[in-house]
């Protein structure tokens, strides 16, 4: 099974940072790679395709990129309403796996 | 606007069964590849299985040969059959609708469905 890492864990941050979450898979995933953002009780939402495609409807501060085994998602500002927590998943082999998530929390 | 329904969540002994069903609106579940997707609680997402258009279906090794994800496609429905079920298996359980542009992905995702094992 392909096993995802996402680094940080968590994060502390202020509106209006710039984020970077890292997503590491023990194999090359090539592009199959996507993210998404969760609220506590609430549904995933997809963010990013294909490593680095924007999801229709989701803000353009949003952007991925990688490609193989390391990925990372980018927040350019942070917005009041994207503090959430973030996984990535693996497509590429079955079982598709997920990250462990990342939140983000504000400072 | 495209939604999933999911249903037949609830509490359960462990060693019975359940079966979960997600109605989508505005696209047909038998075009489509499907998803489940479980999240404890507090705990991260974790993938369950899948079923293709053509008709394949995988599994995540923790539920594989207890669980059963299937179609209806008279009533344009998902189901996945829960059986053999364990504390372990206790989270919401989220039907979703697979992508297949560029990658797979999620695109669509019900509201989750809570199935809680205990005696």
């Known amino acids: 099974d392909i096993q995802m890492t996402q680094s940080p864990s968590s994060l502390s941050t202020s509106v209006g940072d710039r984020v970077t979450i890292t997503c590491r898979a023990s194999?090359?995933?090539?592009?199959?790679l996507n993210w998404y953002q969760q609220k506590p009780g609430k549904a995933p939402k997809l963010l990013i395709y294909?490593?680095?495609s924007l999801q229709s409807g989701v803000p353009s501060r949003f952007s991925g990129s990688g490609s193989g085994t390391d990925f990372t998602l980018t927040i350019s500002s942070l917005q009041p309403e994207d503090f959430a927590t973030y996984y990535c998943?693996?497509?590429?082999?079955?079982?598709?796996?997920f990250g462990q998530g990342t939140k983000m929390e504000i400072k | 606007e495209v939604q999933l329904v999911e249903s037949g969540g609830g509490l359960i002994q462990p060693g019975g069964s359940l079966r979960l069903s997600c109605a989508p609106s505005?696209?047909?579940?038998?075009?489509?590849?499907m998803t489940w997707v479980r999240q404890a609680p507090g705990k991260g997402l974790e993938w369950v299985s899948v079923?293709?258009?053509?008709?394949?279906?995988y599994y995540a090794d923790s539920v594989k040969g207890r669980f059963t994800i299937s179609r209806d496609n008279s009533k344009n429905t998902l189901f996945l059959q829960m059986n053999s079920l364990r504390a372990e298996d206790t989270a919401v359980y989220y039907c979703?609708?697979?992508?297949?542009?560029?990658?797979?992905?999620?695109?669509?995702w019900g509201q989750g469905t809570l199935v809680t094992v205990s005696s």
């Open positions: 079923i293709y258009s053509g008709g394949s279906t």
């Open positions: 505005r696209f047909t579940v038998s075009n489509n590849y």
């Open positions: 194999q090359s995933v090539s592009r199959y």
């Open positions: 998943q693996q497509t590429y082999n079955t079982p598709w796996t």
């Open positions: 294909a490593a680095s």
């Open positions: 979703a609708r697979v992508g297949v542009s560029g990658s797979y992905h999620l695109d669509y």
